[in-house]
């Protein structure tokens, strides 16, 4: 691995879209404070940011970086993919590969359609100010520096500067009450579960010497193959990685700070957070437990059987008696972590593993567009004095906003896993490799689940088309929503109508295309 202690060149071109978004992210602090009555512009200045970076992600395969270089995969026996071999950069702690430019390109995807989605909604909350678009950039390159680490130190940095970010966008409508406790309960949640991950990885650094994740495997590795166990001072730091990996993910029991985040953050934001920290927060999982920890996945696998059954349950019962939108999807998505979490189990079997990770990359892909639609609905409500979160405000939808209603219909039935729609292949390539692991059991507890949860999807279309609207106004539904509602829904039904190319994007994220 090239260990390079110069910033070079090629180290130049593979962090342009960081460099881009930085410059951007700057931009719209320096233009809000010098013409601070144009607020709207921040927000096309922002979604440029997001084409320039995207411009710089895609001239990445063009340039020969994944060509002729041994890397991870070489290292990492279960990774094996040669066609694609990645590039290493700044002295060797963040690796560009195709898994990192599907990630990257995934995250500005949500973020191009969450700031659709905001520019009206902050308007009608009467808090368009231009550090809501930069802390969206900002967080955006704590989440590539995630993507791309193969360092802890670059992780644990690029882990922060989106936790900060998004602890400042949740407690954003600062004469809200609610946002402002969210916030507080999600920093001070947030900053504990830090705490235990720094704490677990800097035993690992303790124990290998190393902060780099291809060392530490091979350290670890050699270190369990010599005694024939991890000693426990290894358990202890795996496990404590583990916690705060499971709780930027919220999976139960570390979900406490999901459902009171995303029922006080701005509906916007708790759309930004659903999908790109999400993704995020499982990009990192996957390089430190798959690649760094794959020595210990007899450890820890164990581990998340029983945390992936755990968020089916309790976050399946929980949404039941939901009454609020923001909380119920909220515990819909905690669900949908137990699903990923199966797919993660399947990944220790060589069987499995390569339909595994597609169907973890998959359903990221998929979910990241159901979600967002979903929740575009629901920003969509918010105007006068209505707030829009609860069930009883969705109520009547068809009759006020009937391409809307039809949409949402869409949504719920893809995040249930109908076919056939996006959400369908997601959750069939994650139960294809359990039964390809053996993991019969599972498989089976998670099609009865995707059941079960059928039923509170059901409650919204019901309310939505059933019911009598409380207020006979037509919805106005700005240029940007229509937008962001078009490119979702034509997402979600293309990818459940015509999931070939998509597959084949999935594919080549991990060397097989």
């Not at 512009?41 to 020969?64: D, E, H, R, W």
């Not at 001070?188 to 994740?213: D, H, P, Q, R, V």
């Not at 929980?318 to 949908?336: C, E, G, P, V």
């Not at 019901?462 to 829904?489: C, H, Q, W």
Request: net charge neutral; aromatic share 12%.
């Amino acid at each position: 691995m090239p260990q390079s202690p110069y910033f070079t060149p090629t180290d130049y071109v593979m962090i342009l879209p960081i460099i881009m978004l930085t410059l951007f992210a700057l931009g719209i602090l320096l233009f809000d404070l010098l013409a601070p009555e144009w607020k709207r512009l921040n927000a096309f200045v922002a979604l440029a940011g997001l084409l320039f970076a995207a411009t710089g992600i895609t001239g990445l395969p063009k340039i020969g970086l994944f060509r002729g270089t041994p890397g991870i995969y070489n290292h990492v026996e279960v990774l094996r993919l040669h066609r694609l071999p990645p590039q290493f950069a700044l002295s060797g702690s963040m690796i560009i590969d195709a898994l990192t430019v599907y990630f990257w390109a995934l995250f500005l995807a949500a973020a191009a359609i969450s700031i659709l989605i905001s520019m009206r909604y902050l308007d009608e909350e009467h808090e368009h100010h231009g550090e809501y678009y930069a802390l969206i950039l900002f967080a955006l390159i704590g989440m590539m520096c995630m993507a791309a680490g193969v360092d802890i130190v670059l992780i644990f940095i690029g882990l922060e500067l989106m936790a900060i970010s998004t602890y400042i966008l949740v407690g954003f409508l600062r004469s809200n009450r609610r946002s402002n406790e969210a916030s507080l309960k999600y920093f001070l949640l947030g900053a504990f579960s830090s705490g235990i991950f720094a704490y677990g990885l800097s035993l690992f650094y303790g124990l290998t010497g190393s902060t780099n994740l291809i060392e530490i495997r091979s350290i670890i590795g050699r270190q369990v193959e010599v005694s024939g166990h991890p000693g426990p001072v290894v358990t202890l730091a795996l496990l404590t990685t583990a916690t705060g990996l499971l709780f930027k993910i919220a999976a139960i029991p570390f979900h406490q700070w999901a459902p009171d985040a995303y029922e006080g953050a701005p509906t916007s934001i708790t759309a930004f957070m659903s999908v790109a920290v999400k993704a995020a927060a499982w990009a990192m999982l996957l390089r430190v437990l798959v690649i760094g920890l794959g020595p210990l996945a007899n450890v820890w696998a164990p581990v998340i059987i029983f945390v992936a059954i755990a968020p089916m349950t309790g976050a399946n019962l929980a949404a039941l008696t939901q009454t609020n939108l923001k909380r119920l999807l909220a515990y819909s998505s905690i669900a949908h972590v137990g699903y990923m979490l199966l797919g993660l189990v399947a990944l220790t079997s060589r069987d499995a593993f390569l339909d595994a990770l597609k169907g973890i990359l998959l359903y990221l892909l998929v979910y990241t567009f159901m979600n967002l639609g979903a929740f575009a609905v629901v920003t969509s409500l918010r105007h006068r004095n209505v707030i829009g979160d609860e069930i009883d405000d969705i109520a009547g939808l068809y009759a006020r906003a009937p391409v809307e209603a039809g949409l949402m219909l869409i949504f719920l039935l893809s995040l249930a896993g109908i076919p056939p729609l996006a959400g369908f292949y997601g959750k069939y390539y994650i139960f294809l490799s359990l039964i390809e692991s053996q993991h019969y059991v599972l498989a089976g507890l998670g099609v009865a689940y995707s059941v079960f949860g059928l039923y509170y999807y059901l409650k919204i279309a019901n309310a939505v088309f059933m019911r009598a609207p409380l207020d006979n106004e037509k919805l106005p539904v700005s240029f940007g929503m229509r937008i962001a509602l078009a490119i979702t829904g034509v997402a979600t039904l293309g990818i459940g109508i015509y999931p070939e190319p998509f597959m084949r994007m999935v594919s080549w994220s991990i060397g097989l295309g």
